[in-house]
C-alpha cells in the first residue's frame, strides 16, 4: 500500500490562503489519480479536488475559483492550494491516492485545517 505524507494544514483567519502537500511513497507517475478529501465534524468525507494521471483536475463545487490541486512532478508532490478560505472549510483534509497498477486506495493520516476569526 502507498504511504502517503501530508503537511500544511493549519489556523488561518477568513479570508486568508493555505497550502496542502502530499507526497506518496512510490512514484506520483504510478497513481491513476491523487486527490483531497475533507471530513468536518458531524458530516461525511467528501472530496475536495482531485487530479489524474493525465492532468485533468475535478473540483467540489464549494471550492472552485478558490482552490487549486497541482502536481510537481520534480517533487513527487501534489499540492492543494487554498484561498479565500472561509470557516465551512474548517475540516480534516486528507490526501487520496489511487494505485494505477493494482487500483488500491491510499489515505493520508489527515491534516487539519481550521479556519475562524
Known amino acids: 500500500q502507498v504511504q502517503l505524507v501530508e503537511s500544511g494544514g493549519g489556523f488561518v483567519q477568513p479570508g486568508g490562503s493555505l497550502r496542502l502537500s502530499c507526497a506518496p511513497s512510490?512514484?506520483?507517475?504510478?497513481?491513476?489519480?491523487m486527490g483531497w478529501y475533507r471530513q468536518a465534524p458531524g458530516k461525511q468525507r467528501e472530496l475536495v479536488a482531485k487530479?489524474?494521471?493525465?492532468?485533468?483536475?475535478n473540483y467540489a463545487d464549494s471550492v472552485k475559483g478558490r482552490f487549486t490541486i497541482s502536481r510537481d512532478n520534480a517533487k513527487n508532490t501534489v499540492y492543494l492550494q487554498m484561498h479565500s478560505l472561509k470557516p465551512e472549510d474548517t475540516a480534516v483534509y486528507y490526501c487520496?491516492?489511487?494505485?494505477?497498477?493494482?487500483?488500491?486506495?491510499?489515505w493520508g493520516q489527515g491534516t487539519q485545517v481550521t479556519v475562524s476569526s
Open positions: 487520496n491516492a489511487q494505485s494505477g497498477s493494482t487500483g488500491s486506495i491510499s
Open positions: 512510490g512514484s506520483i507517475f504510478s497513481m491513476r489519480s
Open positions: 487530479i489524474i494521471r493525465g492532468g485533468s483536475t
